[in-house]
């Protein structure tokens, strides 16, 4: 079956540092990827909708400028946390969407753990 | 507009005992309903969906769900718990026919007692 998959799956940075986390699509071309966002013992809220060659849409409340997402293939986005803060440790989880047979489906990656510390 | 209401944050079976996790959907369109299982420190797995076909719909791991639009139910059942079924568990809501935008539930952590 279809495979998202994520990089780093967890990763520690400093305060005021930038990371990136990487969302593949490994055997299907997605058009549009989602990232999420959970906190501990929380549901996933959704921060912005992904689509390749274009400018990602964010949910109200995220800010565009701190959580960067370009979606520059068909195959891959990325999730930058700018200037991250101890607040921005969470867990971040993208989801692919494909085109199959009469519908749409989308996958899930396998999230990344970020704590800044 | 859309949202989920799962009832009950946490759920405890005794292993073989029937599975049955709440799920009520709000959808100012016809929906597509999902069911995702998140084991610890792990993403989401699918593990069944509707989408407009046959209201009951039977997904992996023995999982079933029926789609009660009277109700605005979609409700999770498993005829008998196994220890592998513990984990937490996300009912969505999207609209039909194009993932736009998935509005996931405040999840349910399944126990499952020896």
């Known amino acids: 079956g279809a495979v998202v998959s994520q990089h780093p799956s967890r990763v520690i940075c400093k305060s005021g540092t930038s990371v990136k986390i990487e969302c593949r699509s490994l055997?299907?071309?997605?058009?549009?990827m989602f990232w999420y966002r959970q906190f501990p013992k929380q549901s996933l809220m959704l921060m912005a909708t992904?689509?390749?060659?274009?400018?990602?849409?964010?949910e109200q409340g995220v800010e565009k400028d701190k959580f960067l997402i370009n979606h520059a293939s068909l195959t891959l986005s990325t999730l930058t946390v700018t200037s991250a803060h101890p607040e921005d440790s969470s867990f971040y989880i993208c989801?692919?969407?494909?085109?199959?047979?009469?519908?749409?489906?989308?996958?899930f990656g396998e999230g990344s753990w970020l704590t800044v510390v | 507009a859309q949202s989920v209401t799962q009832l009950g944050s946490h759920v405890s079976v005794s292993e073989g005992a029937l599975v049955l996790l709440r799920c009520n959907y709000s959808s100012s369109v016809p929906p597509y309903l999902f069911w995702y299982v998140q084991y610890p420190n792990q993403g989401l797995q699918l593990l069944l969906k509707?989408?407009?076909?046959?209201?009951l719909v039977k997904g992996i791991n023995g999982f079933e769900a029926e789609f009660k639009k009277s109700e605005t139910s979609f409700h999770l059942t498993k005829p008998s718990a196994h220890m592998s079924d513990a984990a937490e568990y996300f009912c969505a809501v999207s609209p039909s026919g194009g993932y736009q935008k998935v509005t996931f539930g405040t999840g349910t952590k399944l126990q499952v007692i020896p």
């Open positions: 989801s692919a969407r494909v085109q199959a047979g009469s519908g749409n489906t989308i996958y």
């Open positions: 055997d299907f071309q997605a058009t549009t």
């Open positions: 992904s689509n390749e060659g274009s400018k990602a849409t964010y």
């Open positions: 509707y989408t407009s076909a046959a209201t």
